[in-house]
């Protein structure tokens, strides 16, 4: 039901130890899988505004490392970094992942992307899951600036109709 | 708004039955009677959850009336709505960047392949 103001990105938590994250790109599915593996590509992209990414390492086969460091303007740094379990292309990739924050220790996490053809089009989804409530919690507070503790999904349709009955 | 206060609404929120209570809350008031007929929980299991989202600051109950109407308050609601496009946008952020880059790479293909 979001999808109608937000057109892009869902986000979903199904379980206590997962969040669900869907998007659908315009283009076909080998370009996007390229887009999400190749580090000239993802250096194009992934981040946040205001930070830059300095190093983007993916060695792209089961048992491969990947890292990577976002630099925020006053110059700390966070790494993301994590191994390939699983590498399908053009449509699956399986990997930890863990960064270090000071906020919230050391998480990690199994994240499962699957890249889906859609008429020319790709629905990328991505599924972490945590070893625990508080690691899914610890995941989804830091990309925060304060801490959310609890679960915010599956609330689309009723913030939707919310919305509507208010306005 | 403080991270406590959106944590009582997250805990609120966290339940069906409560936010099927504010959906229906949401067509307009009304008194708990009517709410709890489409629900097959009793009436007192009603009245809990119902004190849950007074606390909550997601309904009032009017002490005007006898039949003490239930009503939405959408302060808080807006507020957790607020902090859920906050997170998605922190992503979007970088997939929007990723939709121009994809844009730009077919668009380079096409160049190639006109070029043969």
Redesign the interface.
């Known amino acids: 039901m979001l999808e109608k103001s937000n057109p892009a990105l869902t986000v979903t938590l199904p379980s206590d130890w997962e969040i669900v994250m869907t998007r659908v790109f315009d283009a076909p599915r080998s370009l996007v899988f390229e887009a999400f593996t190749k580090p000239e590509h993802v250096k194009h992209w992934w981040g946040i505004r205001n930070m830059t990414l300095p190093v983007c390492e993916m060695d792209l086969r089961p048992g491969g490392a990947w890292r990577r460091v976002l630099r925020k303007p006053d110059g700390t740094e966070v790494t993301f970094k994590g191994v390939y379990r699983e590498v399908v292309p053009p449509e699956r990739l399986v990997y930890t992942e863990c960064y270090d924050d000071p906020g919230v220790g050391s998480p990690e996490w199994l994240t499962t992307v699957t890249f889906e053809e859609q008429d020319g089009k790709t629905k990328w989804t991505g599924t972490c899951l945590h070893s625990s409530v508080e690691v899914r919690n610890g995941h989804l507070q830091s990309g925060m600036e304060e801490g959310v503790k609890d679960v915010f999904a599956r609330l689309d349709d009723l913030l939707v109709s919310m919305q509507q009955g208010v306005a | 708004m403080s ?1 406590d206060r ?2 009582t609404t ?2 609120a ?2 339940d069906p039955t409560r ?1 099927a209570i ?2 229906r ?4 008031e009304t008194s708990v009677k009517e709410l709890a007929e489409p629900f097959t929980i009793s009436p007192p299991a009603i009245t809990k959850h119902l004190k849950v989202l007074e606390r909550a600051g997601l309904i009032s109950r009017s002490r005007e009336a006898q039949w003490r109407p239930c009503r ?1 308050q ?1 302060v808080p ?2 507020e ?2 607020e ?6 946008t ?14 730009k ?2 668009t380079k ?1 096409k160049k190639h392949a006109r070029k043969k």
């Open positions: 991270p959106l944590s997250f805990a929120l966290a936010r504010l959906a809350l949401a067509a307009g939405l959408a609601l807006k957790v709505s902090w859920v496009e906050r997170y998605r922190l992503w979007e952020q970088s997939f929007s960047r990723l939709d121009d880059y994809l844009h790479l077919q293909e």
